[in-house]
């Protein structure tokens, strides 16, 4: 992660969310040993001081609506979540820039 992006998630005046989504991608990577993650995601985030971004029904309707520039389900309620919420999404992930959202480099 680059040190900007890690600067911006330590600063404790910035509200960071981790969205229900990334913790599902996180335990499916997990699982096929892909990643290595703490076995409580969620008291990881709330020691971390993080906010939990839930997936609403909106989200899930604009993630089926969004152009086909990217095909990873994951990604696009991502996308969906950053614009329904006026968010800043944190990613390596140069596709993101395609649908308008605002990307720091990770």
Same mark, same amino acid.
């Given at each position: 992660?680059?040190?900007?992006?890690?600067?911006?998630?330590?600063?404790?005046?910035?509200? %960071?969310? !981790?969205?229900?989504?990334?913790?599902?991608? &996180?335990? @499916?990577?997990?699982?096929?040993?892909?990643? +290595?993650? /703490?076995?409580?995601?969620?008291?990881? %985030?709330? !020691?971390?001081?993080?906010?939990?971004?839930? &997936?609403? @029904?909106?989200?899930?309707?604009?993630?089926? +609506?969004? /152009?086909?520039?990217?095909?990873?389900?994951?990604?696009?309620?991502?996308?969906?979540?950053?614009?329904?919420?006026?968010?800043?999404?944190?990613?390596?992930?140069?596709?993101?820039?395609?649908?308008?959202?605002?990307?720091?480099?990770?």
């Amino acid at each position: 992660m680059s040190t900007h992006a890690r600067q911006i998630i330590s600063n404790p005046e910035n509200i %960071i969310f !981790v969205s229900a989504v990334s913790a599902w991608e &996180i335990a @499916i990577k997990k699982a096929i040993g892909k990643l +290595s993650a /703490p076995d409580n995601l969620a008291e990881a %985030i709330s !020691v971390n001081c993080f906010e939990p971004l839930l &997936i609403t @029904i909106e989200h899930g309707s604009k993630a089926g +609506s969004l /152009p086909n520039y990217h095909n990873d389900p994951f990604d696009r309620m991502l996308i969906a979540q950053a614009m329904s919420e006026n968010l800043i999404i944190i990613s390596r992930d140069t596709q993101f820039s395609q649908y308008g959202v605002s990307v720091i480099p990770a």
